[in-house]
C-alpha cells in the first residue's frame, strides 16, 4: 500500500533552517510528482511546492521563492524539504502529499502524516 | 492566484442531517475542483476529483457538484464518523489553492 512517512516535529530559533524528510513506499518512487503543503495552526492549507522524482525539477509558490528547496534521494526513496530563514509564521505542520493526474485533474490522493515545525525563540 | 472561498466556515448538525458546504473559485476553474475531508491531528484525506467524481472507497452519502466557479459538497445523511473539516482545492492553475474550511460540528 501507498506510504509517505515524514520524519518527526522540530523546533528552530527565527533565522535558522529546517529540513523535512518524506519517506515514499508502496508504489514506483519515479512516477508520481510530490507536493508539499503546510498548514498553520487554526489556519487552510497552503501549497508550497512540487519536485518531479524523475529529474529533480521544482516548482515553487511565489511566496516561498529563495527560501525552499525540494530534493529527493531517489536510491531510498525519500523527498525533502529545506525552509531557510525561519520565521514565527513558518510554525505550521508541513505535509508532502503524491500527486495524481487522473481525467485531466490534479488532485493529492496520498498524504505524509504532516510534520510540525516550530519557530520560537 | 485563484481565491476559493467556502460557506459557511462552520456548521452545527445532527446525526442523519442532510449537509451542504459551498466553496467559490475567484474565476473559472472548470471542473477542476477537489475536496477533502481532515480531522483533528490528521492529514487531509481526498473524498471528491474533478468536482463530482467520488474517490475510492468514500461512502456514497458524499457527493460533488459544480462547475466554473461555483461548486457544492454534499453529505447526503450525516454519520457519527463524518464531523470533520471539509477543504475545496482548486488544480486548474499553480499555485494550488484551498479554500480556508468548513468545520462541521455536532449540534
Known amino acids: 500500500q501507498v506510504q509517505l512517512v515524514q520524519s518527526g516535529p522540530e523546533v528552530r530559533k527565527p533565522g535558522a533552517s529546517v529540513k523535512v524528510s518524506c519517506k515514499a513506499s508502496g508504489y514506483i518512487f519515479s512516477v508520481y510528482f510530490i507536493h508539499w503543503m503546510r498548514q498553520a495552526p487554526g489556519q487552510g492549507l497552503e501549497w508550497v511546492g512540487w519536485i518531479n522524482p524523475k529529474d529533480g525539477g521544482t516548482k515553487y509558490a511565489q511566496k516561498f521563492q529563495g527560501r525552499v528547496t525540494l530534493t529527493r534521494d531517489t536510491s531510498i526513496s525519500t523527498h525533502y524539504m529545506e525552509l531557510t530563514s525561519l520565521r514565527s509564521d513558518d510554525t505550521a505542520v508541513y505535509y508532502c502529499?503524491?500527486?495524481?493526474?487522473?481525467?485531466?485533474?490534479?488532485?493529492?490522493?496520498?498524504w505524509g502524516q504532516g510534520s510540525l515545525v516550530t519557530v520560537s525563540s | 492566484d485563484i481565491q476559493m472561498t467556502q460557506s459557511p466556515s462552520s456548521l452545527s448538525a445532527s446525526v442523519g442531517d442532510r449537509v451542504i458546504i459551498s466553496c467559490r473559485a475567484s474565476q473559472s476553474v472548470n471542473r477542476n475542483l477537489n475536496w477533502y475531508q481532515q480531522k483533528p491531528g490528521t492529514a487531509p484525506k481526498l473524498l471528491v476529483f474533478?468536482?463530482?467524481s467520488l474517490q475510492s472507497g468514500v461512502p456514497s452519502r458524499f457527493s460533488g457538484s459544480g462547475s466554473g466557479t461555483d461548486f457544492i459538497l454534499t453529505i447526503s445523511s450525516l454519520q457519527p464518523e463524518d464531523f470533520a473539516t471539509y477543504s475545496c482545492?482548486?488544480?486548474?492553475?499553480?499555485?494550488?489553492?484551498f479554500g480556508q474550511g468548513t468545520k462541521v460540528e455536532m449540534k
Open positions: 502529499a503524491r500527486g495524481l493526474l487522473l481525467r485531466g485533474v490534479g488532485m493529492f490522493d496520498f
Open positions: 474533478a468536482a463530482s
Open positions: 482545492q482548486q488544480s486548474y492553475s499553480f499555485p494550488r489553492t
